[in-house]
């Protein structure tokens, strides 16, 4: 380090953000002190000042304040550690011109976090803001964060007045996450810019969401039971779910460049199921895992879907996780009847087409239209729940190796089906037959 310019030394320093590496450096040499000021970041993890004498949060006050007093050109700052949320205002307004990112975890800190947390706004130039554990029952005044692009809070206490207000104070984000977050109401988030957006809410009650973001490309959403959708035409990815509860209602528009959808919770009504469905006709990979439907507290099970119709209306779908109900409700009896009807109709069309091209000798294209085809369908995961309806189920899992022409595996999950039927030992005979038969492409898991 000696045989180093100077300027050499203090560039490596400055790649230090850790506060313990810092004050070790610091202390290894005099000249090396100088390097503080020019660091772009500082962190300060969990537990940091846990052994000092004197108490963790006094000890974490102190060295927070001294380390960025003198970071003249702090860009990051990271406290993870307890501390007094009384002086957060002093660590902003200090670095107030320089600070880009601000990352903190709040939830041991003072009893009064929501007010202290006003201070955010002085540092006008903010790109990122992640804060933990929080309690917000009103707005924060932050003024308007023209120049914030991501905002992400972890397992707060928030207000619907906070959560609107917060979102509302940051118009030009393109990624907002709110996880693990325990609050109630309407979610409104009307962002032109947004791309990426995870919203978790965990609240036992009812929540709703009105979401206007004609850019986003991600969408993960979970615990809302009514949910408006305004602006998905660049949408990939979305996912949709609800622990507990029941999801009512989903409105939303044409989704033409999603790839990725997935569906998940104990109970959807069928209008939503099939508003969404209808909406990702061009999805590529489908995954199914709604145990039960009903508007009210009544589970009741999956209509009859039909499967051709079904694969009709998404030609694009490669990948397809079809769980328990949904699988039940593809093996009803009047589900595959028009996989038969395709495939007589079928030959009926070739019969007439080489009668006629014998008559007339004339060659005519071939008309296959009418033919029932899974044409994209590579890859199927089927969950099986119950031994009940054996032979339709086995039924439409021929159906599907026969008429996917691009299948390359199917995998059979029965670790999770109910054993206590009498039926159940029959019923898995027939499908290691199954397997046995087609192991080239069916296995069990």
């Known amino acids: 380090m000696d045989a180093l310019p ?33 660091l772009p970041s500082l ?9 000092a004498p004197g108490g963790a949060a006094a000890a974490a006050d102190e060295a927070i304040g001294r380390m960025v007093a003198a970071a003249e050109r702090l860009e990051e700052l990271v406290i993870y550690c307890p501390f007094s949320a009384s002086l957060l205002p002093l660590w902003v307004a200090a670095r107030a011109a320089t600070l880009r990112v601000l990352e903190l975890r709040v ?15 002085a540092a006008a130039g903010l790109e990122e803001i992640r804060l933990w554990g929080l309690t917000m029952s009103r707005p924060p005044a932050w003024g308007r964060m023209e120049r914030l692009r991501v905002l992400e809070v972890v397992g707060a206490t928030l207000g619907e007045a906070a959560v609107n207000g917060a979102v ?21 988030v009307s962002l032109p810019l947004l791309e990426r957006c995870r919203l978790d809410f965990v609240g036992g009650g009812n929540c709703s969401l009105r979401l206007a973001a004609p850019r986003v490309e991600f ?29 009512y209602h989903v409105e939303m528009g044409k989704l ?49 879907i039909d499967l051709a119709q079904f694969f009709n209306s998404h030609p694009k779908l490669c990948k397809f996780e079809i769980h328990g109900a949904m699988f039940a409700a593809l093996c009803h009896k009047n589900s595959l009847k028009n996989v038969s009807t395709v495939t007589h109709r079928f030959y009926i069309a070739m019969f007439h087409f080489l009668l006629v091209y014998a008559i007339l000798n004339f060659a005519l294209p071939m008309q296959l239209d009418s033919r029932f085809v899974i044409p994209c369908l590579e890859q199927i995961l089927v969950t099986v729940r119950s031994p009940l309806n054996a032979e339709q189920k086995l039924s439409t899992l021929e159906s599907l ?30 499908i290691c ?7 080239d492409r069916v296995c069990i898991e």
């Open 168 to 188: 509302a104070a940051c118009p030009n984000l393109t990624d907002l996450a709110l996880l693990g977050c325990d609050c109630a109401g309407e979610a409104v």
């Open 256 to 304: 033409p460049e999603l790839d990725q959808l997935s569906l998940r919770g104990v109970q959807w009504s069928w209008g939503a199921i099939s508003s969404v469905l209808q909406c990702a006709g061009e999805v590529k990979h489908l995954v199914m895992k709604v145990e039960f439907c009903g508007d009210f507290d009544t589970l009741q099970p999956f209509p009859e």
């Open 401 to 430: 190796v026969r008429h996917s022409v691009r299948l390359r595996r199917m995998i059979i999950r029965i670790s999770q089906m109910k054993n206590c039927h009498e039926a159940a030992d029959d019923f898995f005979e027939e």
């Open 433 to 439: 037959k199954f397997t046995y038969i087609n192991s």
């Open 43 to 51: 962190y300060f993890p969990r537990g940091a000042f846990d052994a």
């Open 107 to 121: 939830d041991s800190a003072a009893a009064d976090k929501s007010g202290h947390l006003d201070c955010i706004g």
């Open 6 to 38: 100077d300027g050499v030394v203090q560039h490596i320093l400055s790649q230090l953000n850790s506060a313990r590496d810092v004050a070790a450096c610091a202390a290894v040499a005099r000249c090396w002190r100088g390097c503080v000021p020019y």
């Open 219 to 247: 969408l993960e959403v979970q615990g809302f039971s009514w949910i408006s959708l305004q602006g998905g035409d660049h949408l990939k990815h979305l996912t949709i779910s609800k622990n507990t509860g029941t999801v």
